[in-house]
RNA sequence: GCAGACGUAGUUCAACUGGAUAGAAUAUCGGAUUUCGGCUCCGAGGGUUGAGGGUUCGAAUCCUUCCGUCUGUACCA
C-alpha cells in the first residue's frame, strides 16, 4: 500500500479513536504542504468539526499525535490554525523511492475492463489543416494515450467528413479552372491542392453575386441564384445518384487530399484504429427516428418533419429529420453512435471537437439517453476552446489561418537554428540531426498546445511557442537529455544501480525527498489527467519533475560525492527521473532525446 | 432577444474542485559556476482575482446584479 493512502487509513482510525466517529476513505485527502510550512502533506480538518465536536486547533492536535503514535510514515507534525501539516520519517521517504524504483509497470494502472472510444481530427476533405486542427490532434492523441496508461482499452477513431456541398465546390472549381492540375505537375501536397480550389470558388462565386446584383437581384437572391452554387448543388445530387464522372473525380480529389492528410498525421505523430467515412455514414440514423418515434422520443409535425422535444432539459425542440425525409446532420450522428457500439461494444464514447458545437452534442447525448442507450451515460464531449492569434480571430476568408504544415515546418527549421547555434551535437551524422530538430520543433510546438486546459480559449504566440526555456517541450526536453549524459557516464565509471546497493541510507536532502514525492506522484497525475481528459495537468507536472530535477542537479553533486551508497542513490534517482520523464511525455505525445 | 462559456501580475498560464500570505513561466533588475551538459541554478520587484452585493470559520472558486469578450441559437455540415 502506498503510503499515502496508510496516512489516510490513519486518520481514519485516528477519527474512530479519538472521537468515535466514522468518516468514509473517500471523503479523506491529502495535499502537498505549502512551502512556507514545515511538512509534506496536510491534512485540513475544517470540515471535519462536527464529528469532532472540538476546536479546528484541537482536532487537528489530536489527529496528529494519534498519526505520530501510530503511523510509522509519520515523523512530527505541526498545526497552524485548522491545518495539519504531516512530516514523513526520512526512511519513509527511502522506503518509498525503493517502492517506485523497482516497479516493473510503473506509469501504467491495471486494467479497469472498460473500453472507450476516442474520436478526434475529423478533418473536411475540402482544404488542408490548420492550428485548430492541431489543438484537437494532439488532444486527442494525448487523451487517448491517457486512458490507455489509466487502464482503459482504448479506440482511436477519425471521422472523416469526405462529402457534402463543400467538397463539391472544390470539385466544381476544379472543372472550371483546373486545366488537369495535379500534385505532381504543381508542386502542391494533395490537400493543399483541394483547398486552393475551394477558395477559388469562394472568390468566382462572390464576383457573381456581385454582378447579379449590379444586375438587380437582391443579396439574398444573387447568393442563391449564382451558376456556380447551383453547380455545387447539382452536384451533390449526381454525387448522391451515383453519377459515374463525378465520382470519379470525386475519388480522385480525395485520393489526392488523403495522401497529403497521411503525410500531415505523420508529422503529427497521431494515429487511428478505424477511420470512419461519412459518405457510408450519413444514410444512417433514419432507422432509429422511426424507433424514437414508436417510442414516443420524437413527434411528427404535419408537413412530416419529425422533432424531439427537450424543453423540459432546457433546450429547445430540434429536427432530426427533414419533412422530405433527408437526413440532416444529427440524424447521421445518431446512426453513428449506433454503429461505434455495434463494432466496439465500447462502454463510453468521447467526441474531441470545439465547443462551438456544445448544443449540438448536449442535443445529441440526451437524445441517445432518452432513447435508452446502454452507452448513453458514457458519451463526452471533450470540449475544447478556440485558438486566437495575437492578431485576432483566425479567419480563413481572411487569410489568416495558421497552416499546419508550414506552422510545423517553421517550428522544426527554429529547432534547427537554435541547436545549431549552440554547437553541441558534433558527432552526430546528418539522419540524428534531423531527427533531433523534428524531436525539438514539435516538442515545443505540442507542449505548447497542450499545457493550457483544454476547456479554455488560448492565444497562441508564434514567437513564444519556439522559446526553449521556461515553461516549455524543450526545457523538460533537455532535462531529459542531461540526465541521460549522467547516465551514460555512470554506466562507464560502473556505478551499482540496484536498489541493494544505498539500502542503507538513512539521510536525505529535502531537495531529495522533495523529487521523491514528485515521483511517487506520477500515477495519481495520470489518473487525475484521463479522468479529467486534461492532458495540461500531466505537462504541468512534467515541468515541476524538470524543475525540482534542475534544482537537485545544481545543490548536490553525484559523481564528485565520496559516499558511494549516496552517489548510486543519486543516479537512481536520476535514472527513475528521467524514465518518469520520457513516459510522461510519450503520454502526452513527446518524444525526448538521449543528447541535444 | 434568449442560452452557454469566459474575465486572475505588463504578457501567457496555474491554483489539487470551498482552504493557509493567490503561484509558475516570461519580460525587467540583481546574483551563482576551478565541478556530473549555462537550453542550468538562486534572489528582487510586479495583484483590490472585471465591479458591487450575498452565503460561512474561510470565496478567484458557490448565489445574485451589473460591465466586457466570445460562442451558439438554420428543414447548413
Redesign the pocket.
Known sequence: MNFQDSILQGIQDAFTSCFQTTVALDQL?????????E?SY?F????F?KQSQLS?EATATQLGNYLKTHVAAVKDFNV????L?LVVAQEEWISLFNQVYTSKIFGQLPSNGLKVMVEYSSP?TNKPLHLGHLRNNFLGYSVAELLKAAGYEVIKANLV?D????ICKSMVAYQHFGNGETPTSSGLKGDHLAGKYYVLFDTHYKAQQKSLMEAGQSEEEAKKNAPLLLEAQEMLRKWEDQDSDVIALWNQMNGWVYAGFNATYQRMGVDFDVTYY?SNT?LLGKDIVEEGLAKGVFFK?E???VWVDLTAE???EK?VL???G?????T?DMGTADLKYQDYQINKSVYVVG??????FDVLFKIMRKLGRSYGPGLYHLSY??V?L?TG?MKSREGTVVDADELMEEMVETAAH??KE?G??EGFTEAQATELYEM?GMGALKYFLL???P???????PQ?SI??????G??I???H??I???LR?AEQIGVNLSAESFAGLSELAETEAALIQLLNDFERKIK?AA??Y?P??LA?YL??L??EY????????????KDSQLQSF?VALSLQTAKTIKRGMSLIGIQV????
Open positions: 485527502s491529502l495535499a502537498p504542504t505549502k512551502k512556507e510550512f511538512g496536510t485540513v480538518v475544517f470540515p468539526l479546528p497552524v490554525k485548522g491545518f501539516n473536411n467528413n462529402r457534402g456541398i463543400h461519412e450519413y409535425k408537413n412530416g418533419s432546457g433546450l429547445d429536427l427533414r419533412g422530405d433527408t437526413s440532416v446532420y444529427i447521421q465547443n462551438e458545437q456544445d448544443y449540438h476552446g478556440m486566437d495575437p480571430k537554435h541547436t549552440l553541441k551535437i525539438l499545457k493550457v486546459d476547456k479554455k480559449r488560448m492565444l497562441f504566440n513564444e522559446e526553449f526555456q521556461g515553461n516549455t524543450p526545457f526536453q533537455y532535462s537529455a542531461r541521460a549524459a549522467i557516464k487525475q479522468e479529467d486534461s495540461a495537468i504541468q515541468f515541476d524538470a524543475k534542475n534544482r537537485f542537479y545544481a545543490e548536490l553533486p553525484i559523481f564528485h560525492e543519486r532525446p538521449e543528447r541535444m
